[in-house]
Protein backbone atom coordinates (compact mmCIF):
# COMPACT_ATOMS: atom_id res chain seq x y z
CA UNK A 1 0.00 0.00 0.00
CA UNK A 2 1.35 3.14 -0.77
CA UNK A 3 0.71 7.05 0.81
CA UNK A 4 0.95 10.49 0.21
CA UNK A 5 4.10 12.45 0.63
CA UNK A 6 2.73 14.50 3.57
CA UNK A 7 1.64 11.82 5.31
CA UNK A 8 4.98 10.02 4.92
CA UNK A 9 6.16 12.66 6.30
CA UNK A 10 4.21 12.66 9.29
CA UNK A 11 5.10 9.06 9.96
CA UNK A 12 8.65 10.09 9.92
CA UNK A 13 8.35 13.10 11.97
CA UNK A 14 6.55 11.08 14.52
CA UNK A 15 10.01 9.23 14.88
CA UNK A 16 12.06 12.64 14.97
CA UNK A 17 13.34 12.60 11.34
CA UNK A 18 13.51 16.19 10.45
CA UNK A 19 10.55 17.62 8.21
CA UNK A 20 9.75 20.95 7.44
CA UNK A 21 6.74 22.44 8.44
CA UNK A 22 3.50 21.98 6.28
CA UNK A 23 -0.23 21.58 5.45
CA UNK A 24 -2.33 19.77 3.75
CA UNK A 25 -5.10 20.75 1.49
CA UNK A 26 -7.87 18.28 0.84
CA UNK A 27 -10.05 21.09 -0.65
CA UNK A 28 -9.74 23.93 -2.78
CA UNK A 29 -11.31 26.13 -0.33
CA UNK A 30 -8.68 25.17 2.45
CA UNK A 31 -5.61 26.77 0.39
CA UNK A 32 -5.35 30.25 2.00
CA UNK A 33 -5.60 28.80 5.45
CA UNK A 34 -2.55 26.25 4.85
CA UNK A 35 -0.54 29.04 3.13
CA UNK A 36 -1.24 31.47 6.06
CA UNK A 37 0.26 28.57 8.70
CA UNK A 38 3.48 28.86 7.26
CA UNK A 39 5.54 32.30 7.63
CA UNK A 40 7.24 32.36 4.31
CA UNK A 41 9.86 33.94 2.96
CA UNK A 42 9.65 30.86 0.57
CA UNK A 43 6.29 28.14 0.31
CA UNK A 44 6.33 25.12 -1.75
CA UNK A 45 3.28 24.06 -3.31
CA UNK A 46 3.55 20.11 -4.05
CA UNK A 47 0.61 17.52 -5.82
CA UNK A 48 -0.05 14.83 -3.97
CA UNK A 49 -0.63 12.08 -5.97
CA UNK A 50 0.86 8.30 -6.08
CA UNK A 51 3.82 8.78 -8.41
CA UNK A 52 7.03 10.00 -8.62
CA UNK A 53 8.72 12.77 -10.76
CA UNK A 54 6.25 15.49 -9.85
CA UNK A 55 8.75 18.24 -10.14
CA UNK A 56 9.54 17.73 -13.62
CA UNK A 57 5.94 16.63 -14.50
CA UNK A 58 3.33 18.53 -16.83
CA UNK A 59 0.06 19.35 -16.54
CA UNK A 60 -2.66 18.09 -19.34
CA UNK A 61 -4.72 21.35 -18.51
CA UNK A 62 -3.76 24.28 -20.19
CA UNK A 63 -5.36 26.49 -17.44
CA UNK A 64 -2.41 24.47 -14.76
CA UNK A 65 0.29 26.64 -16.53
CA UNK A 66 3.41 25.07 -18.04
CA UNK A 67 5.41 24.72 -14.63
CA UNK A 68 5.31 21.18 -12.94
CA UNK A 69 3.99 19.76 -10.19
CA UNK A 70 6.18 21.20 -7.63
CA UNK A 71 6.14 24.67 -7.79
CA UNK A 72 8.34 27.44 -5.27
CA UNK A 73 6.15 30.83 -4.25
CA UNK A 74 8.09 33.98 -2.89
CA UNK A 75 4.56 35.21 -1.78
CA UNK A 76 1.17 33.95 -0.33
CA UNK A 77 -0.75 35.44 -3.83
CA UNK A 78 1.47 33.35 -5.46
CA UNK A 79 1.51 30.00 -3.28
CA UNK A 80 -2.36 30.20 -3.23
CA UNK A 81 -1.93 31.18 -6.96
CA UNK A 82 -0.04 28.28 -7.76
CA UNK A 83 -2.43 25.87 -5.67
CA UNK A 84 -5.37 26.87 -7.37
CA UNK A 85 -3.93 26.49 -10.91
CA UNK A 86 -2.97 22.83 -9.75
CA UNK A 87 -6.10 21.60 -7.96
CA UNK A 88 -8.28 19.07 -9.83
CA UNK A 89 -5.88 19.11 -13.09
CA UNK A 90 -4.13 16.08 -14.04
CA UNK A 91 -0.43 16.15 -13.78
CA UNK A 92 1.68 13.56 -16.10
CA UNK A 93 4.97 12.35 -14.85
CA UNK A 94 7.55 9.72 -16.29
CA UNK A 95 5.74 7.22 -13.23
CA UNK A 96 1.56 7.84 -14.38
CA UNK A 97 0.01 6.97 -18.12
CA UNK A 98 -0.28 10.10 -20.77
CA UNK A 99 -3.91 10.55 -19.37
CA UNK A 100 -1.86 11.61 -15.62
CA UNK A 101 -3.07 11.46 -12.09
CA UNK A 102 -5.56 14.24 -11.33
CA UNK A 103 -4.62 16.22 -7.72
CA UNK A 104 -6.95 16.25 -5.81
CA UNK A 105 -4.54 16.81 -2.67
CA UNK A 106 -1.64 19.39 -2.18
CA UNK A 107 1.02 19.90 0.29
CA UNK A 108 1.93 23.19 1.49
CA UNK A 109 5.53 23.52 2.77
CA UNK A 110 8.13 25.88 4.43
CA UNK A 111 11.33 26.30 2.09
CA UNK A 112 14.40 25.34 1.93
CA UNK A 113 17.82 26.42 1.03
CA UNK A 114 19.53 23.73 -0.35
CA UNK A 115 22.96 23.56 -0.31
CA UNK A 116 22.99 19.97 -1.50
CA UNK A 117 20.76 17.05 -2.87
CA UNK A 118 21.45 13.67 -1.87
CA UNK A 119 19.46 10.18 -2.23
CA UNK A 120 18.90 7.86 0.45
CA UNK A 121 15.98 4.94 0.71
CA UNK A 122 15.74 1.86 2.93
CA UNK A 123 14.26 -1.21 1.24
CA UNK A 124 14.79 -4.96 1.24
CA UNK A 125 17.43 -6.02 -0.60
CA UNK A 126 16.58 -9.85 -1.94
CA UNK A 127 20.07 -10.26 -2.72
CA UNK A 128 21.07 -10.64 0.86
CA UNK A 129 17.82 -11.11 2.37
CA UNK A 130 18.08 -8.03 4.56
CA UNK A 131 17.23 -4.46 4.79
CA UNK A 132 19.33 -2.23 2.97
CA UNK A 133 20.27 1.24 3.03
CA UNK A 134 20.98 2.79 -0.42
CA UNK A 135 22.88 6.16 -0.70
CA UNK A 136 24.16 8.26 -3.11
CA UNK A 137 24.96 11.92 -3.30
CA UNK A 138 23.97 12.00 -6.38
CA UNK A 139 19.92 13.01 -5.05
CA UNK A 140 17.42 14.79 -6.99
CA UNK A 141 15.68 14.27 -9.86
CA UNK A 142 17.35 12.20 -11.93
CA UNK A 143 18.57 9.53 -9.38
CA UNK A 144 17.51 6.83 -12.10
CA UNK A 145 19.73 8.05 -14.84
CA UNK A 146 22.82 8.02 -11.91
CA UNK A 147 22.03 4.57 -11.38
CA UNK A 148 21.62 3.66 -15.28
CA UNK A 149 25.01 5.84 -15.77
CA UNK A 150 27.20 5.74 -12.68
CA UNK A 151 26.28 3.17 -10.57
CA UNK A 152 29.43 3.10 -8.78
CA UNK A 153 27.96 6.46 -7.35
CA UNK A 154 25.39 4.64 -5.14
CA UNK A 155 25.73 2.55 -2.18
CA UNK A 156 23.78 -0.04 -1.14
CA UNK A 157 24.91 -1.33 2.63
CA UNK A 158 23.11 -4.04 3.77
CA UNK A 159 21.54 -4.00 7.85
CA UNK A 160 21.91 -7.04 9.63
CA UNK A 161 18.46 -7.46 11.28
CA UNK A 162 19.71 -9.05 14.62
CA UNK A 163 22.41 -6.22 15.33
CA UNK A 164 20.66 -3.31 13.66
CA UNK A 165 22.22 0.26 12.31
CA UNK A 166 25.61 0.09 14.25
CA UNK A 167 27.27 3.14 14.36
CA UNK A 168 29.72 1.77 12.25
CA UNK A 169 26.79 1.34 9.19
CA UNK A 170 25.61 4.80 10.10
CA UNK A 171 29.63 6.06 9.27
CA UNK A 172 30.13 4.88 6.34
CA UNK A 173 26.37 6.07 5.21
CA UNK A 174 27.75 9.99 6.20
CA UNK A 175 31.02 8.83 4.28
CA UNK A 176 28.95 7.45 0.83
CA UNK A 177 26.76 10.87 1.53
CA UNK A 178 29.85 13.26 2.41
CA UNK A 179 28.51 14.54 5.40
CA UNK A 180 30.44 16.63 8.14
CA UNK A 181 29.72 18.85 10.69
CA UNK A 182 26.40 19.23 11.88
CA UNK A 183 25.21 17.41 8.90
CA UNK A 184 27.56 14.35 9.77
CA UNK A 185 25.20 14.67 13.53
CA UNK A 186 22.31 14.86 12.09
CA UNK A 187 22.95 11.39 9.85
CA UNK A 188 24.22 9.58 12.64
CA UNK A 189 20.73 10.31 14.63
CA UNK A 190 18.82 9.69 11.32
CA UNK A 191 19.81 6.52 9.76
CA UNK A 192 18.53 4.68 13.52
CA UNK A 193 15.59 6.18 13.41
CA UNK A 194 14.62 6.10 9.92
CA UNK A 195 15.48 1.85 10.17
CA UNK A 196 12.95 1.89 13.31
CA UNK A 197 10.05 3.52 11.26
CA UNK A 198 11.00 1.06 8.40
CA UNK A 199 11.01 -2.25 10.83
CA UNK A 200 8.25 -1.46 13.43
CA UNK A 201 5.79 -0.23 10.28
CA UNK A 202 6.67 -3.32 7.96
CA UNK A 203 7.62 -0.73 5.62
CA UNK A 204 8.65 -2.40 2.05
CA UNK A 205 10.30 0.95 1.03
CA UNK A 206 10.93 4.26 2.42
CA UNK A 207 12.70 6.76 -0.57
CA UNK A 208 14.20 10.17 0.29
CA UNK A 209 14.91 12.29 -2.47
CA UNK A 210 16.62 14.03 -1.97
CA UNK A 211 17.48 14.35 1.77
CA UNK A 212 18.96 17.90 1.42
CA UNK A 213 21.74 19.61 3.08
CA UNK A 214 20.72 23.15 3.97
CA UNK A 215 22.75 26.47 3.84
CA UNK A 216 23.09 26.31 7.65
CA UNK A 217 24.53 22.76 7.87
CA UNK A 218 21.93 20.57 8.73
CA UNK A 219 19.53 17.73 7.07
CA UNK A 220 15.92 17.60 5.88
CA UNK A 221 13.57 15.23 4.78
CA UNK A 222 12.71 16.88 1.58
CA UNK A 223 10.54 14.10 0.05
CA UNK A 224 9.16 10.93 1.12
CA UNK A 225 7.84 7.93 -0.60
CA UNK A 226 6.83 5.08 1.29
CA UNK A 227 5.24 1.88 0.56
CA UNK A 228 4.10 -0.86 3.39
CA UNK A 229 3.70 -4.43 3.00
CA UNK A 230 0.32 -5.40 2.39
CA UNK A 231 0.45 -8.61 4.49
CA UNK A 232 1.25 -6.74 7.61
CA UNK A 233 -1.10 -4.26 7.30
CA UNK A 234 -3.44 -5.68 9.68
CA UNK A 235 -1.30 -5.18 12.61
CA UNK A 236 -1.33 -1.44 11.38
CA UNK A 237 -4.39 -0.09 11.93
CA UNK A 238 -3.32 3.78 11.66
CA UNK A 239 -1.15 3.14 8.70
CA UNK A 240 -4.82 1.64 7.40
CA UNK A 241 -6.48 4.91 7.76
CA UNK A 242 -4.07 6.98 5.04
CA UNK A 243 -5.22 4.61 2.45
CA UNK A 244 -6.29 6.97 -0.08
CA UNK A 245 -8.69 4.64 -2.47
CA UNK A 246 -9.05 7.24 -5.39
CA UNK A 247 -4.94 7.10 -5.90
CA UNK A 248 -5.90 2.65 -6.65
CA UNK A 249 -7.67 1.44 -9.59
CA UNK A 250 -11.35 0.94 -9.12
CA UNK A 251 -11.12 -2.47 -10.33
CA UNK A 252 -7.60 -3.21 -8.69
CA UNK A 253 -9.99 -2.65 -5.13
CA UNK A 254 -12.60 -4.85 -6.59
CA UNK A 255 -10.56 -7.67 -6.95
CA UNK A 256 -8.99 -7.39 -3.46
CA UNK A 257 -11.58 -7.79 -2.20
CA UNK A 258 -11.79 -11.57 -4.24
CA UNK A 259 -8.20 -11.88 -3.02
CA UNK A 260 -7.64 -11.46 -6.84
CA UNK A 261 -4.02 -10.13 -8.29
CA UNK A 262 -5.31 -7.37 -10.65
CA UNK A 263 -2.50 -5.47 -12.61
CA UNK A 264 -4.09 -2.62 -14.96
CA UNK A 265 -1.80 -2.14 -18.03
CA UNK A 266 -1.76 0.34 -21.25
CA UNK A 267 -2.33 -2.28 -23.89
CA UNK A 268 -5.62 -4.07 -25.69
CA UNK A 269 -5.53 -7.91 -24.46
CA UNK A 270 -7.29 -8.74 -21.58
CA UNK A 271 -5.44 -11.65 -19.11
CA UNK A 272 -7.36 -13.82 -17.35
CA UNK A 273 -4.26 -16.47 -15.50
CA UNK A 274 -3.15 -18.44 -12.50
CA UNK A 275 0.46 -17.76 -11.03
CA UNK A 276 2.72 -14.85 -11.31
CA UNK A 277 4.83 -17.18 -14.11
CA UNK A 278 2.20 -18.11 -16.06
CA UNK A 279 1.00 -14.28 -16.46
CA UNK A 280 4.36 -12.69 -17.40
CA UNK A 281 4.54 -15.43 -19.79
CA UNK A 282 0.98 -14.78 -20.92
CA UNK A 283 1.94 -10.81 -21.26
CA UNK A 284 5.53 -11.74 -23.05
CA UNK A 285 4.36 -14.15 -25.95
CA UNK A 286 1.44 -11.02 -26.62
CA UNK A 287 3.97 -8.77 -27.23
CA UNK A 288 6.21 -11.05 -29.28
CA UNK A 289 2.77 -11.02 -31.22
CA UNK A 290 2.84 -7.23 -31.82
CA UNK A 291 -0.18 -6.58 -29.30
CA UNK A 292 0.27 -4.93 -25.94
CA UNK A 293 -1.83 -6.79 -22.39
CA UNK A 294 -4.48 -4.21 -21.21
CA UNK A 295 -4.17 -5.91 -17.45
CA UNK A 296 -4.04 -9.18 -15.93
CA UNK A 297 -5.65 -10.97 -12.90
CA UNK A 298 -4.48 -13.56 -11.61
CA UNK A 299 -6.81 -16.11 -10.44
CA UNK A 300 -4.51 -18.02 -7.94
CA UNK A 301 -4.52 -21.42 -7.23
CA UNK A 302 -7.70 -22.65 -5.49
CA UNK A 303 -10.40 -20.79 -7.43
CA UNK A 304 -13.90 -21.21 -7.57
CA UNK A 305 -16.71 -20.81 -10.06
CA UNK A 306 -17.78 -17.61 -8.42
CA UNK A 307 -14.56 -16.44 -8.14
CA UNK A 308 -13.40 -16.67 -12.11
CA UNK A 309 -16.57 -15.27 -13.23
CA UNK A 310 -15.82 -12.63 -10.75
CA UNK A 311 -12.26 -12.09 -12.36
CA UNK A 312 -13.91 -12.15 -16.00
CA UNK A 313 -16.30 -9.20 -15.13
CA UNK A 314 -13.04 -7.29 -13.46
CA UNK A 315 -10.81 -7.81 -17.38
CA UNK A 316 -14.23 -6.31 -19.00
CA UNK A 317 -15.06 -3.18 -16.98
CA UNK A 318 -11.94 -2.11 -18.95
CA UNK A 319 -12.96 0.01 -21.87
CA UNK A 320 -9.95 -0.78 -23.26
CA UNK A 321 -10.02 -4.26 -23.61
CA UNK A 322 -10.42 -5.37 -27.26
CA UNK A 323 -9.97 -9.39 -26.50
CA UNK A 324 -9.69 -11.44 -23.93
CA UNK A 325 -6.63 -14.38 -23.39
CA UNK A 326 -7.72 -16.55 -20.58
CA UNK A 327 -4.97 -19.04 -19.98
CA UNK A 328 -4.95 -21.05 -17.26
CA UNK A 329 -2.80 -24.22 -16.37
CA UNK A 330 -5.20 -26.72 -13.77
CA UNK A 331 -2.89 -27.74 -11.06
CA UNK A 332 -4.96 -27.89 -7.80
CA UNK A 333 -7.23 -25.92 -10.09
CA UNK A 334 -9.59 -28.35 -12.22
CA UNK A 335 -10.16 -26.73 -16.09
CA UNK A 336 -13.90 -27.72 -15.93
CA UNK A 337 -14.49 -25.97 -12.67
CA UNK A 338 -12.13 -22.90 -15.07
CA UNK A 339 -14.15 -23.67 -17.95
CA UNK A 340 -17.66 -23.52 -15.91
CA UNK A 341 -16.95 -20.01 -14.57
CA UNK A 342 -16.02 -18.24 -17.79
CA UNK A 343 -19.21 -19.92 -19.54
CA UNK A 344 -21.34 -18.52 -16.65
CA UNK A 345 -19.58 -15.09 -16.56
CA UNK A 346 -19.74 -14.55 -20.79
CA UNK A 347 -23.28 -15.05 -20.49
CA UNK A 348 -23.85 -12.48 -17.64
CA UNK A 349 -21.55 -9.76 -19.25
CA UNK A 350 -23.22 -10.14 -22.91
CA UNK A 351 -19.44 -10.48 -24.36
CA UNK A 352 -18.44 -7.92 -26.93
CA UNK A 353 -15.39 -9.17 -27.93
CA UNK A 354 -13.08 -12.17 -28.91
CA UNK A 355 -12.20 -14.42 -26.42
CA UNK A 356 -9.66 -17.27 -26.71
CA UNK A 357 -9.47 -20.10 -23.53
CA UNK A 358 -6.08 -22.18 -23.56
CA UNK A 359 -6.48 -24.77 -20.72
CA UNK A 360 -3.77 -27.20 -19.80
CA UNK A 361 -4.10 -29.95 -16.66
CA UNK A 362 -6.18 -31.48 -14.45
CA UNK A 363 -9.38 -32.62 -16.23
CA UNK A 364 -8.36 -30.45 -19.53
CA UNK A 365 -10.63 -32.42 -21.61
CA UNK A 366 -13.57 -31.99 -19.69
CA UNK A 367 -12.75 -27.77 -19.60
CA UNK A 368 -12.61 -28.31 -22.95
CA UNK A 369 -15.77 -30.15 -23.90
CA UNK A 370 -17.83 -27.67 -21.60
CA UNK A 371 -16.52 -24.74 -23.66
CA UNK A 372 -17.27 -26.24 -26.87
CA UNK A 373 -20.61 -27.54 -26.39
CA UNK A 374 -21.35 -24.23 -24.51
CA UNK A 375 -22.85 -22.84 -28.20
CA UNK A 376 -21.12 -19.66 -26.94
CA UNK A 377 -18.36 -17.90 -29.38
CA UNK A 378 -15.21 -18.74 -28.25
CA UNK A 379 -11.97 -19.89 -29.50
CA UNK A 380 -10.60 -22.77 -28.67
CA UNK A 381 -6.66 -23.02 -28.49
CA UNK A 382 -4.27 -25.96 -27.62
CA UNK A 383 -1.09 -24.10 -26.53
CA UNK A 384 0.54 -20.54 -25.50
CA UNK A 385 1.64 -19.68 -29.06
CA UNK A 386 -1.18 -20.87 -30.76
CA UNK A 387 -3.23 -18.70 -27.96
CA UNK A 388 -1.34 -15.98 -28.27
CA UNK A 389 -1.64 -15.83 -32.05
CA UNK A 390 -5.38 -16.40 -31.97
CA UNK A 391 -6.05 -13.71 -29.87
CA UNK A 392 -3.71 -11.33 -31.89
CA UNK A 393 -5.31 -12.24 -34.91
CA UNK A 394 -8.73 -12.17 -33.74
CA UNK A 395 -8.85 -8.65 -32.23
CA UNK A 396 -7.90 -7.25 -35.26
CA UNK A 397 -11.66 -8.45 -36.79
P1 LIG B 1 9.37 14.70 -7.08
O1 LIG B 1 10.43 13.76 -6.67
O2 LIG B 1 8.04 14.04 -7.22
O3 LIG B 1 9.75 15.49 -8.31
P2 LIG B 1 10.19 16.37 -4.81
O4 LIG B 1 9.46 16.50 -3.53
O5 LIG B 1 11.45 15.58 -4.79
O6 LIG B 1 9.17 15.79 -5.91
O7 LIG B 1 10.48 17.83 -5.35
C1 LIG B 1 11.21 18.08 -6.52
C2 LIG B 1 12.29 19.14 -6.27
O8 LIG B 1 11.67 20.33 -5.79
C3 LIG B 1 13.29 18.74 -5.20
O9 LIG B 1 14.36 17.99 -5.75
C4 LIG B 1 13.74 20.09 -4.67
O10 LIG B 1 14.75 20.62 -5.50
C5 LIG B 1 12.49 20.96 -4.82
N1 LIG B 1 11.77 21.05 -3.54
C6 LIG B 1 10.85 20.18 -3.05
N2 LIG B 1 10.42 20.54 -1.83
C7 LIG B 1 11.07 21.65 -1.51
C8 LIG B 1 11.11 22.52 -0.35
N3 LIG B 1 10.33 22.30 0.71
N4 LIG B 1 11.95 23.60 -0.39
C9 LIG B 1 12.73 23.83 -1.47
N5 LIG B 1 12.76 23.08 -2.56
C10 LIG B 1 11.95 22.00 -2.60
MG1 LIG C 1 11.61 13.51 -5.14
Redesign the pocket.
Known amino acids: MNIH ?1 YQAKAVLKSYGAPV ?1 N ?1 APVLSIDEVEKAVDQLPGP ?1 W ?1 V ?2 QIH ?7 KFVESAAGEK ?3 R ?1 AFSKEEAISHAKAMFGNHLV ?1 AQTNKDGKQVNRLYI ?6 SR ?1 LYLSVLIDRATGKPAFVASTE ?3 DIEEVAHSTPEKILTLPIDPIAGVTDKDSEQLCDALKLEGDARADGMKLFPTLYKAFTEKDMSMLEI ?2 L ?1 VMEDGHL ?1 V ?4 VSFDGNALFRHPDIVELRDKTEEDEKEIEASEWDLAYIALDGTIGCMVNGAGLAMATMDIIKLYGEEPANFCDVGGGANKEKVAAAFKIIMKDPNVKGILVNIFGGIMKCDVIAEGVIAAVKETNLGVPLVVRLEGTNVDEGKSIIKNSGLNVIPADDLDDAAKKITEAIKG
Open positions: EAGLVKSAGGRGKGGGVLTEDGADIEGGMNPIRLDAK
